[in-house]
T-cell receptor, first 115, second 117 residues
Framework: AQSVAQPEDQVNVAEGNPLTVKCTYS??????LFWYVQYPNRGLQFLLK??????LVKGSYGFEAEFNKSQTSFHLKKPSALVSDSALYFC?????????????FGSGTRLSIRP | DTEVTQTPKHLVMGMTNKKSLKCEQH?????MYWYKQKAKKPPELMFV???????INESVPSRFSPECPNSSLLNLHLHALQPEDSALYLC????????????????FGPGTRLLVL
């Protein structure tokens, strides 16, 4: 069965420092991985995805993610955090067993950037 | 334009009421989704429509009734809800929603925050 795990409920970073939000996956076959962000009282916004190709994927708002097949990880990164990056982040994986385009979300990581 | 719109933004209803949530997209997408999200939790898939046909029902209680009148519009009819149904209801769309659409992105609306009294 496909799954993703986000081992950290919360990540705290000072503004200007690099940030990493961790995600590991478990799939049979090639993974299709996504990152979404949710600001308070809002819907989910798509940040980036990995399908195939370069292991470093660049996305919206200066975020990037590194796909690591040997470690089955897809960590989200940003070189310099902004206070406005504070939000809830979800990693997700395509459910390959589904007949429809279904994705499975991780439990979420709350990112808090202090000024 | 990657916008999915949802109305209303907020809804308060009693347990005997009937109400509907509406979702609309004009991206030409042929798959639309309903999710339920509790506070600080990931979204939970409820229904998937692909080419206006219901393709997934995640064992959702019958007090939730989805409808897809056309490829741009998705409704969720609510009847006799329980207080535990209070949540943020999110709509999403994607280009095709089929088993071959492996890497397609789902685009989410802002949600309807539902409170059942």
């Amino acid at each position: 069965a496909q799954s993703v795990a986000q081992p950290e409920d919360q990540v705290n970073v000072a503004e200007g420092n690099p940030l990493t939000v961790k995600c590991t996956y478990s799939v049979s076959g090639n993974p299709y991985l996504f990152w979404y962000v949710q600001y308070p009282n809002r819907g989910l916004q798509f940040l980036l995805k990995y399908i195939t190709g370069d292991n470093l994927v660049k996305g919206s708002y200066g975020f990037e993610a590194e796909f690591n097949k040997s470690q089955t990880s897809f960590h989200l990164k940003k070189p310099s955090a902004l206070v406005s990056d504070s939000a809830l982040y979800f990693c997700a994986v395509r459910d390959m067993s589904s007949s429809a385009s279904k994705i499975i979300f991780g439990s979420g990581t709350r990112l808090s950037i202090r000024p | 334009d990657t916008e999915v719109t949802q109305t209303p933004k907020h809804l308060v209803m009693g347990m005997t009421n009937k109400k509907s949530l509406k979702c609309e997209q004009h991206m030409g997408h042929r798959a639309m989704y309903w999710y339920k999200q509790k506070a600080k939790k990931p979204p939970e898939l409820m229904f998937v429509y692909s080419y206006e046909k219901l393709s997934i029902n995640e064992s959702v209680p019958s007090r939730f009734s989805p409808e897809c009148p056309n490829s741009s519009l998705l409704n969720l009819h609510l009847h006799a809800l329980q207080p535990e149904d209070s949540a943020l209801y999110l709509c999403a769309s994607s280009p095709a929603g089929t088993s071959g659409s492996l890497g397609e992105t789902q685009y989410f609306g802002p949600g309807t925050r539902l409170l059942v009294l």
